[in-house]
Antibody, heavy 126, light 108 residues
């Protein structure tokens, strides 16, 4: 069964850090680009970052560039999102997602996200 | 950044009716990089349509997508009770995805 399970969310003060994890199972994780997507009631769905199948390339939304770092450990079938200098506007449900197309895409396949985790909630508040 | 604008914001219809949802892009989008998602309360989004018109695995044929360039449409031919949800369009360009703000389809 293809599955993504996020963890690591919680309540954190502004300016602090948090690391999210996404554990994958049921498919060959190392073949797929992976993403983080977040959702807030006010702004809807927002793509956050993508990482290539081998972890060599990552791209970020302008809103998180320089503060967040996406990474993956293919030996552990796990993706991460290191979030530094958190702001109140980073409060959201964070989803990890799989790009629909496997293959050697260095910037994400762009062909849609066909597997989503259940989400983990990050609350940034003093 | 390409901005996607969905209309209407809310669509109130009855079961059995046809739903037509629109998504307009601020610049030309490749059809190969255009998708639609459905989201129900408390759940993650689910991929419905990719490549603008191809149904994802397990999606009923009452869902169809069309369009090209800057104008894309999701049509639900006959609404079933489980179709009342929020629908998002998405595009991919310049190594990043963007989403529309969503259209809520609710029961009239």
């Amino acid at each position: 069964q293809v599955q993504l399970v996020e963890s690591g969310g919680g309540v954190v003060q502004p300016g602090r850090s948090l690391r999210l994890s996404c554990a994958a199972s049921g498919f060959t994780f190392s073949n797929y680009p992976m993403n983080w997507v977040r959702q807030t009631p006010g702004k809807g769905l927002e793509w956050v970052a993508v990482i290539s199948y081998d972890g060599s390339n990552g791209y970020y939304a302008d809103s998180v560039k320089g503060r967040f770092t996406i990474s993956r450990d293919n030996s552990k079938n796990t993706m991460y999102l290191q979030m530094n200098s958190l702001r109140t506007e980073d409060t959201a449900v964070f989803y990890c997602t799989r790009d629909r197309e496997a293959g050697r895409y260095y910037y994400g396949s762009g062909y849609g996200m066909d597997v989503w985790g259940q989400g983990t909630t990050v609350t940034v508040s003093s | 950044e390409i901005v996607l604008t969905q209309s209407p914001g809310t669509l109130s219809l009855s079961p059995g009716e046809r739903a037509t949802l629109s998504c307009r892009a601020s610049q030309t989008v490749s059809s190969r990089y255009f998708a639609w998602y459905q989201q129900k309360p408390g759940q993650a989004p689910r991929l419905l349509i990719y490549d603008a018109s191809s149904r994802a695995t397990g999606i009923p044929d009452r869902f169809s997508g069309s369009g090209s360039g800057t104008d894309f449409t999701l049509t639900i031919s006959r609404l079933e009770p489980e179709d009342f949800a929020v629908y998002y369009c998405q595009q991919y360009g310049s190594s990043r995805y963007t989403f529309g703000q969503g259209t809520k389809v609710d029961i009239k």
